[in-house]
């Protein structure tokens, strides 16, 4: 069961107007306290944003899809964002460990959204200063990745990776990802 769930659980980048509540950010939020953290530090700070006014302001500060020269249009735009953040300096921490802390928790996010009929993209790719200075993020912090959610209207496919070319596509609003088989990513079977 949890195999079909990971390959529906697609990155989303376009989106209805349906509003996210604060109470169903919580939820996707409160997931991460059961996320493991290296050394179980803890580290991470979140800034759960669903101000229309807001997501607006955050909106043309992101790329969607890096790979590819699309980005959704206003009309598709995400109605809340999670930004992941942590302290700055850390303090008794290697910030290299911080990154499997947020994949960690990105990945639990994004699957209770799924849960809730949401879905999302994780980007890492937005204006980190704006963004930081339209939230207001105080001082001694700085963000780290950006989770773009909404109800989704995009469709997201799984294909093969051709010649090992994992390069996304899109066609109208259909996007598709291609992926190596499982051949191709085992290095060693012993």
Known sequence: ??????KN???HRSFTKDK??????EKMVESTRYASSTRNAQKLRYV???DSELCSK?????????????????DEAPTAYILMC???PLVNFVEKN????????????MLVANEMGYGGCIIGSYNKPEVDKIIELPEGYVSHILLALGKPTDIVTITEAIDGNTTYYREGNNHFV???????ISLLKK
């Open 1 to 6: 069961m949890i195999m079909e769930t990971l």
């Open 9 to 11: 659980i697609r990155s």
């Open 20 to 25: 996210i509540s604060m109470k169903d950010l």
């Open 48 to 50: 759960l944003i669903s």
């Open 58 to 74: 955050i909106f043309p500060l992101v790329k969607f899809a890096g790979a590819i020269p699309w980005n959704p249009t206003i």
């Open 86 to 88: 942590s302290e700055n």
């Open 98 to 109: 911080l990154y499997f802390d947020m994949g960690i928790a990105s990945q639990n996010i």
């Open 178 to 184: 291609p992926k190596l088989s499982l051949e191709e």
